[in-house]
């Protein structure tokens, strides 16, 4: 009965068309689409163009060894981007916010701050300071992940309910008119996210590193038909058509009980659903998307609960190999543009990315370029997302500053205009 009843809603949803209406739009504090830009804290890297972006994120700050304390990677470039943010604002209409982000891969002593109370109050009264002292809007975490030692660092079951109580205390010590927001893995997992949402301005979504070759990390799509449509985003927001699995299955034990969110999405899901749009047993489908592709982040996201307009669809500035295969002649592709002999750039028509193969064929390496920025640019404002985040301005792939410009262009171009 369940089953013919989300069936049913689902047909009607799709019939309808758009079930959002103005009520969705929420107040996050900013105005506008947003362009957040994760600026390093590398020594000698350029200082960022504030006419680009609307938010700077500045990685990385870190829990330190007194587990009370927020230890910030080169302080002196933190200081100086936080001066020149504060400077350009004071004579531009438009103003740049910035953020301490804390964490990143492999930054870990969180799961020991968050546990202890003193240490929890202490490093969230650091937090404060920090955003007081140096005169920037708030902060975003990126603990990756609660609950998960995948990155090398400590973990606990308790994380993700502890991680809960490290969210509210900083929204109350930072107050309403600070940013507080959340990177998120492109899964949607290992957060609470109906716990947290109350305190969160936006998420931005890793929708990068999904893969290694001979699959795309970062994909758009992985079918030619569009998953994403305004009737969907209405049923999953409802919580229709998405829990017809046993509770004992592998897929609710991976994205269910274990980490506390309701994301059960899935490759056969998506397969399924991609089918019933297009008519076809067997659509088209991307040969060069993996595990996961950046429309369905979106949707584990707002299977999550979330709400389209809090949420921020990130992008890679830098390629990825992986797998027991490399590209020997990447640096040299990143300063000429020439693939190198025995290689060639092709594009995917579905999945909107660039890759280089090898002479037979086979997928080496994927990459962003102008146009595909552009596409996923376009993407975001089409579905009504907040807006669009990379990592990272400076480019840790040693592109050359001609190609970076380009991609900070064309998402300042796509989101801004």
């Excluded at 940013?179 to 305190?199: C, N």
């Excluded at 595909?372 to 640019?377: E, F, M």
Aim: overall charge negative.
């Amino acid at each position: 009965m369940y089953r013919l009843f989300t069936t049913i809603i689902l047909a009607v949803a799709l019939l309808l068309g758009s079930c959002r209406g103005s009520s969705d739009i929420v107040d996050n504090g900013d105005k506008g689409p947003v362009v957040v830009a994760y600026v390093s804290g590398g020594q000698g890297k350029p200082l960022p163009d504030f006419d680009k972006v609307t938010h700077i994120d500045y990685a990385f700050g870190r829990v330190d060894s007194t587990f009370s304390r927020v230890c910030i990677e080169n302080p002196a470039r933190f200081r100086e981007i936080a001066d020149l943010k504060n400077e350009y604002n004071k004579t531009h209409s438009r103003q740049v916010r910035m953020q301490l982000s804390i964490g990143g891969w492999g930054s870990g002593r969180f799961s020991e701050m968050v546990a202890d109370t003193a240490f929890r109050h202490a490093f969230v009264s650091d937090c404060k300071r920090i955003v007081e002292e140096y005169g920037i809007d708030g902060i975003d975490l990126d603990w990756e992940y609660p609950s998960s030692g995948v990155a090398g660092i400590s973990s606990s079951e308790k994380d993700i309910d502890n991680f809960t109580l490290w969210v509210k205390e900083l929204r109350e010590a930072l107050g309403e008119d600070r940013l507080l927001t959340i990177a998120t893995i492109s899964t949607a997992r290992f957060i609470d996210f109906k716990a947290v949402d109350p305190y969160i301005d936006f998420y931005n979504i890793m929708s990068y590193d999904m893969a290694v070759a001979p699959y795309h990390h970062a994909p758009l799509k992985r079918f030619e038909v569009e998953l994403l449509r305004d009737s969907l985003i209405g049923n999953l927001r409802m919580g229709f058509g998405f829990m017809d699995y046993p509770s004992d299955s592998v897929v609710a034990q991976q994205y269910g009980q274990m980490y506390q969110t309701p994301v059960i999405l899935n490759q056969d899901y998506f397969r399924r659903f991609a089918s019933k749009l297009s008519g076809d047993d067997n659509p088209l489908e991307s040969k060069v998307a993996g595990q996961c592709t950046t429309e369905e982040a979106v949707m584990m996201h707002i299977a999550a609960g979330l709400n389209p307009a809090k949420l921020v669809m990130g992008m890679p500035f830098y390629g990825k190999s992986g797998g027991g295969v490399e590209y020997p002649l990447q640096p040299q592709f990143w300063e000429t543009g020439d693939p190198g002999e025995g290689y060639q750039e092709l594009w995917d028509e579905i999945a909107e990315v660039p890759y280089i193969a090898d002479s037979t064929g086979k997928f080496v390496f994927g990459f962003e370029n102008e146009r595909s920025i552009r596409a996923k640019c376009r993407f975001a404002k089409e579905h009504n997302l907040l807006g669009a985040m990379y990592w990272e301005y400076c480019i840790d792939a040693g592109r050359s500053d001609t190609f970076r410009g380009k991609l900070i262009n064309a998402v300042a171009e796509e989101i801004l205009n």
